[in-house]
């Protein structure tokens, strides 16, 4: 083991499947993935910790920071396995989980079926108060209907309770006096209150926001703690950090107070994976795809920069239609999200067509061929029957595949309840997950008004490369990118992510009356706390500070975001700020309107460390085909047969090497499925760069 001090990072990954673990010595990168232990997560984290530090050759004690994200939360509100919570809400506005926004996701569906609430009805309690949308009280809280909440509260044995009231954005003092009654009589109960998770307007969003948290605090705060103690049990003494839904990296202590911002943490990684490689080739408009074990992502990255917002929906159940899935208002890099993995479930429902998802085998009982307990089929399962995965090389030879197991599964679930046999009932499964995976992007897209076609396509988690080409033939896509360590590309992230946190509150302030001294405070305060967030994490240097307003004309029901200079207003700035938003909104609709008023809605101040300039890829030379050391059977979908299809090693090939599909390119933590419609040239850095024939 080395003496002398080097630069070590880990980043740790936790998938629904795999948990992902990288670790970066000097520049030199060392990765692996185990199976997600759902018992007890931190199990999969320390075991690969342990390795790749032993395949660096250096002690645990050398590691100089982990940086940790997880799907776990998502994971646990797709399929609905959190705490037994309780929902406080003020009187009149119990039903608002279940009434939602009354909008239709599916105008002309005479049938249509909404999401479940998160919290149930016969688990959410009304008190009787009343706060105006300006903070002002205009029913004091009542402390009968309180005390009488308290011992519902203490009689359901609940594990965690979310404090919602009308407005409280505005004013939090009657959720903060009943989370204090709450815990007089109950010490040490999980309580949320949505004045700190979530002070936004809108309180459909808002409330299914503190729910969310609420649900998967205690399981989250009890694994963060047991992780903390374990890594220290084994030495490795170096600070913790977590990255967040937002792209940034916060303190172990903030993401167990509010682990909702954690939802999409495991995806941000990935996100700002693909937005480097994105800098690092130049690429402007990029569609990133991350395929895991349980999910597969897909974000917008335009101007190397990925696609954020202030609110976004976990578990849309309706042909990913805005509007019917769970809406969380938290700062988030924006993403479609399906539960479509490796992992993910195929069945027949009772129109005879396979479905595959949301529901997932995950790493227990995992796939049928994995031989540990597994019996329903899984597109893993299809995949290898379709020849994409080496049985005797699969996770480095971890994982030892079953090809009969897979058949069997196929034949019991699909196959026998629709006359198909296990080669049509692999191929099904992997054309309704592809097709689900491509419609998903195409809407995605479409929503924010631009043509998939245009996109170049990075991809990575297990899953991402097996089915890149694929979706690129289904989208129109004619090029894409798998980078080095793909399989393990969210962790790589993490390495990659800013210190960084962003405040984001609802306050309304018009133009016509700008109170300018007012949003100067406001700043201010929103300024302390990203910076109280990230504080500790920040290197020599001034951090960064973004300022965001979201603005609307006055009637409106939305806002648009409008980017702020500076934060130091006075008589002048309504007229700065009046044309900044007319620019913006004529940049989305066309044009501006004349003689409304405009008013600021939300405000988001988010504070990071800045980023380290990346080296541009040069362009690589095409250089000779590569001819394949091994042969196998591909099934290429486009053509509904199996071809003879290359075998590739990837840690064999070169710059400029050419690889033409049908191919396999193979690796320890993925493989990359080039269909004869690609053909794909090694770069620089190691990147395949696959484009169309």
Sequence with gaps: MSSTPRNCRVGVDIGGTFTDIALDLDGTLHSTKILTDYTAPERAILKGVKAVADMAGIALSEIGILIHGTTLATNALIERRGAKTAFVTTEGFRDVLEMRTENRFEQYDLNISLPPALIARADRFVVRERIDAAGKVLLDLDNASVAAVVEKVAAGGYESVAIGFIHAYANGAHEIAVRDAILKRLPGLSVS????????????????????????????????????????????????????????????????????????????????????????????????????????????????????????????????????????????????????????????????????????????????????????????????????????????????????????????????????????????????????????????????????????????????????????????????????????????????APFGYESVRSAVFNLSNFEYLEANRLLQAMKAEALGFVEGGLDAGSPVIERTLFMRYAGQGWDIPVPLADDNFDLASAET???????????????????????????????????????????????????????????????????????????????????????VIVERETSTVLTSSFKAIVQHDGCLLATRI
């Excluded at 809407?443 to 890149?468: R, Y």
Aim: aromatic share 6%.
């Design 577 to 663: 700020i009046a044309a900044s938003f007319e620019k913006e909104y004529e940049r989305f609709f066309g044009r501006a309107i004349e003689g409304l008023d405009i008013e600021i809605v939300s405000w988001s101040v988010k504070a990071s460390s800045p980023l380290p300039p990346v080296e541009r890829i040069p362009s690589v030379a095409e250089g000779s085909i590569v001819q394949p050391g091994k042969t196998g059977r591909l099934f290429e979908a486009s053509q509904g047969a199996y071809l003879e299809a290359g075998i590739h090693e990837r840690t064999s090939l070169k710059s400029g090497d050419v690889i033409k599909g049908p191919a």
């Design 193 to 496: 209150i949505s004045s700190e998770v979530s002070p936004q307007m809108r309180e459909f969003e808002r409330f299914n926001t503190v729910c969310a948290n609420a649900y998967v605090k205690p399981a989250i705060k009890s694994y963060l703690d047991r992780l903390v103690v374990s890594l220290k049990d084994i030495g490795v003494r170096c600070p913790v950090f977590m990255i967040h839904s937002g792209g940034g990296i916060v303190s172990v202590e903030s993401a167990s107070e509010f682990p909702v911002r954690l939802v999409e943490s495991g995806p941000a990684g990935g996100a700002i994976f693909a937005a480097d490689i994105a800098r690092q080739y130049g690429l402007d408009t990029v569609l990133s795809f991350d395929m895991g074990g349980t999910t597969a992502k897909i974000c917008l990255i335009e101007n190397q920069v990925p696609k954020t917002a202030k609110t976004f929906e976990v578990a849309r159940t309706y042909r990913f239609r805005k509007g019917s899935g769970m809406p969380i208002s938290i700062p988030v890099v924006e993403m479609v999200e399906i539960g479509a993995g490796g992992g993910s479930i195929a069945s027949v429902d009772a129109m005879r067509q396979i479905r595959v998802g949301p529901h997932s085998a995950a790493s227990e009982p995992g796939p049928a061929c994995y031989q540990r307990g597994g019996k329903n089929p899984t597109v893993t399962d299809a995949d290898l029957i379709l020849g994409k995965l080496d049985p005797a090389n699969f996770a480095g030879g971890a994982i030892p595949l079953s090809v009969e197991a897979s058949r069997q599964a196929m034949s019991d679930d699909i196959g026998s309840i629709i006359g198909l046999d296990p080669e049509a009932s692999a191929y099904g499964t992997c054309e309704m997950v592809d097709e689900n995976m491509a419609n998903a992007g195409r809407v995605h897209t479409v929503e924010n008004g631009k043509n998939i076609s245009d996109f170049t396509m990075i991809t990575f988690g297990g899953a991402g490369p097996l089915h890149a080409a694929r979706l690129c033939e289904k989208m129109g896509i004619s090029t894409f990118l798998v980078p080095p360590g793909a399989g393990v590309g969210s962790a790589i992230g993490f390495l990659k």
